[in-house]
């Protein structure tokens, strides 16, 4: 009799993990992404495991490349809906250069956070974020050529 209820607590203790990872992990796909200045955007893909309902909120990151200078601040709430396992995509919209060329490569962050319980619908699970913030790298889109100086005007003169 004893071996039996052991049984039954051994599944009943399966059942519960496999109850609390069903919302499953959510995580970047790539968690380092380049682009060239002159791209319209900036794409991240978000993966995720399990079947349930759930949700995730991403948000764009300030480094070296600012909002309103770089790039555009974005952030919202991916959504998986029950049995959904597709790829996830965040565009984040790049602003076109001014400045001169030459400048540093300049980057800022995505990141990605579970919801709060309060939050979460009846039926929803909380999502395990396993990678939570992604850096995109925006590159100069223009190769520097050598310049040349020339001298116009002048006579020739031994120097």
Do not use: H
């Amino acid at each position: 009799m004893e071996i039996f209820s052991m049984k039954k607590m051994v599944a009943a203790g399966l059942a519960l993990v496999a109850l609390m990872a069903s919302a499953g992990e959510v995580k970047f796909a790539k968690t380092a992404v380049t682009v060239k200045e002159d791209a319209a955007y900036a794409e991240l893909t978000v993966k995720r495991t399990g079947a349930d309902l759930t949700r995730v909120r991403f948000a764009t990151v300030a480094d070296t490349a600012v909002p309103g200078g770089e790039y555009y601040a974005t952030n919202g709430i991916l959504t998986w809906a029950q049995g959904d396992r597709k790829d996830q995509k965040i565009r984040v919209r790049l602003m076109p250069d001014l400045v001169a060329k030459g400048e540093p490569e300049k980057s800022f962050g995505v990141r990605l956070e579970a919801l709060d319980a309060s939050e979460l619908a009846p039926e929803e699970e909380a999502a395990t974020v396993l990678t939570d913030t992604a850096v995109v790298t925006i590159r100069e889109s223009a190769k520097q050529a050598p310049g040349k100086v020339a001298v116009t005007g002048c006579p020739d003169a031994d120097y």
